[in-house]
């Protein structure tokens, strides 16, 4: 049965309350999304029923806490449907996850004169790694251009690909604009010389079907948090023949087979990239999250956001001197915006003075901001939780804020 947005807000506990004397009108998801009750419960059933270190212990609260711990991997391997458990690592997010693969697969196997391809609406978690390890091993980071929507110039893409290409790590739906890149082409033309592919999946995840095998990327990468789950959990994809040729990443407890002064070997996947006690708590609470999007149905989450997208975007447009930033023809429900003479900082203080959270700045997208030549834009970014109503509540309040900045 289809939950009625009414059902599916009063799940989420924080969206009853109130700011600076207003009801909260959250449209900051793309940042971090808000946890249903079913995730808190399961945090808190787990440090006041199971908690303890997992795996090895043979006491009943070690085996309990190492079931649901594991239990967690399963639900993931289902959701972003991997061939093994032993293809999902878990990490601290996203970023923990890409720098993973840039300190050991990429330290492996990127050498002087070979080229990695990112595009120009990366987040800097997906340009900073790479630029370090092109400065380690003397190699290139080339850049993929966009045209004036904020979309891949695919023929571009073409140019840049070569036998020296040795990566391609791009975003599959950018998290300042909510462009949804063409992910598939780019895997299979990566692939077609040679290349590996690392896809960002952090904004993306929440929004659209993931398949990793479907999409046939080496790598994927998301965060907990994006996915109504709690922060400081992530997961890397990897294909099990890479990841198993690839070195560890950190060194200590948990990651080894045996341990002596001459020689350490390794632990087997996943566990030779999970070095010490792993945030437990929150990858328990993590399942319940997932198990949350998937009682709704990502075609019914879609759907709600899609109408919320295209009716934001036509209110927004009536704004005198509004110009949206990214105007993709494929997009989730982000909206990006500049509006005539004012900084998108004072648009946030007065919008938080009635209650309403929108994110503004850069989004960790200075690149990107500078080939539009602007200091930042104003956010926001929709979930299957908001209204038409809060919609409404956010153009009042962006047109009472140019009425006293202009």
């Known amino acids: 049965m289809i939950q009625s947005i009414d059902d599916i807000r009063a799940d989420f506990p924080i969206l009853q309350r109130r700011v600076k004397g207003h009801p909260l009108v959250y449209l900051d998801n793309a940042a971090t999304t808000q946890k249903p009750k079913a995730v808190i419960d399961a945090l808190t059933h787990y440090y006041t029923n ?20 594991e239990a967690t991997r399963d639900t993931v391997k289902e959701f972003i449907n991997s061939a093994h458990r ?69 023929e571009e893409f073409d140019k840049l690909l070569s036998p020296k290409t ?43 079907d993931i398949d990793v095998q479907k999409l046939n990327c080496d ?28 070195p560890p990443f950190h060194g200590g407890g948990e990651m080894i087979k045996d341990c002596t002064f001459p020689k350490t070997t390794y632990a087997d996947l996943p566990y030779k990239f999970e070095a010490g006690t792993p945030n437990i708590g929150d990858t328990v609470a993590f399942k319940a999250a997932l198990e949350y999007i998937q009682s709704i149905g990502k075609a019914h989450i879609r759907k709600h956001e899609d109408e919320l997208l295209r009716y934001a975007t036509e209110q927004l447009l009536q704004i005198n001197g509004l110009k949206i930033i990214g105007t993709a023809r494929n997009k989730i429900s982000v ?10 900082q004072d648009v946030g203080i007065l919008l938080d003075n009635k209650g309403i959270a929108i ?9 990107l ?27 009042e309040g962006l047109q009472k804020a140019v009425k006293l900045l202009v």
């Open 50 to 69: 199971t908690n303890a270190n997992v795996h090895r212990g043979i006491h009943s609260l070690a085996e309990e806490a190492t079931a649901d711990f």
């Open 335 to 344: 909206i990006s915006f500049v509006i005539d003479g004012v900084h998108p």
């Open 369 to 395: 901001m500078d080939l539009y030549k602007i200091p930042g834009t104003m956010r926001a970014s929709f979930a299957v939780y908001n209204t038409i109503d809060e919609v409404d509540k956010l153009v």
């Open 219 to 246: 790598f994927f990468a998301c965060s907990a948090h994006k996915l109504f789950g709690p922060t400081g959990i992530g997961v890397l994809y990897g294909k099990k023949e890479i990841l198993e040729s690839m």
């Open 86 to 154: 032993e293809e999902v690592i878990f990490s601290r997010g996203t970023t923990e996850s890409i720098n993973l693969v840039a300190y050991t697969w990429g330290r492996q196997n990127i050498k002087e004169g070979d080229e990695i391809i990112i595009s120009a609406m990366e987040h800097h978690s997906n340009i900073v790694p790479w630029q370090i390890l092109c400065e380690e091993k003397n190699a290139s980071l080339k850049i993929i251009p966009i045209n004036e929507h904020g979309e891949i110039i695919i």
């Open 359 to 367: 994110r503004t700045g850069h989004h960790c997208a200075q690149p």
């Open 166 to 208: 040795k990566l391609v790590s791009v975003v599959h739906v950018s998290n300042a604009m909510g462009t949804i890149n063409p992910v598939e082409e780019i895997i299979n033309k990566s692939h077609a010389v040679g290349a590996k592919v690392l896809i960002d999946g952090a904004q993306s995840s929440m929004h659209l």
